[in-house]
């Protein structure tokens, strides 16, 4: 199975004929309907018919079968995702953040802190969050400082470790 990237998640309804609102987390919203069909968690499809910007990170779209603001309500939480293949190629020292989810997580010195679980942003910008093999999980902030290697090919990314934590095996 293809690896999915979120595109967006609709946060309501919106008007009376069917729409919805959606927070878009792509680059470049308009975009968004190049990419074909999106999918739920389950699998099931959603065409879009109409797509309009609204507020920044936010639009309004309408999709094929979705007639009332009842079917648009009962869609609200429901994430959207399409294939990595369906979206362009990166450029040098560009990436998604799909593409670095499960890569290993490595010290300076070659050892294995972890594996990269997710990269969020809640809001004073991107956060790395690294599995650790013990269970734990530890959240950096996703600087070219604390992450200055990212090498997709190979598997794995390079955390510069606080100097505080320097002689453990292990970021805490």
């Known amino acids: 199975m293809a690896r999915e990237v ?3 998640a609709i946060i ?7 729409a ?11 975009a968004l309907p190049s990419y074909g069909p999106l999918r739920d968690k389950r ?9 309009r910007a609204a507020k920044p990170g936010e639009a309004v779209i309408s999709f094929s079968g ?21 979206l362009p190629a990166t ?14 997580a490595q010290d300076g010195e070659g050892r ?3 594996k990269v679980a997710a990269i ?15 269970g734990d999980n530890v959240l950096l902030a996703f600087t070219r400082e604390t992450v200055p290697t990212i090498d997709i090919a190979g598997g794995r990314i390079l955390v510069a470790v606080p100097e505080d934590d320097e002689d453990n095996d292990h970021v805490e």
């Not at 942003?121 to 093999?133: K, T």
């Open 6 to 8: 979120l595109l967006a």
């Open 12 to 18: 309501g309804a919106q008007g009376l004929k069917g």
């Open 20 to 30: 919805v609102k959606v927070k878009l987390f792509t680059e470049a919203p308009e």
């Open 43 to 51: 699998g099931k499809t959603y065409e879009i018919t109409a797509f």
């Open 66 to 86: 979705i007639t009332d603001r009842n079917a648009a309500e009962a869609l609200k939480g429901t994430e959207l995702f399409v294939d990595r293949d369906a």
């Open 91 to 104: 450029a040098e020292e560009e990436f998604y953040h799909a593409d670095l989810i499960g890569l290993d």
């Open 112 to 114: 294995i802190l972890g």
């Open 120 to 134: 969020h942003n809640f809001g004073a910008g991107d956060v790395i969050e690294i599995l650790r093999p013990d």
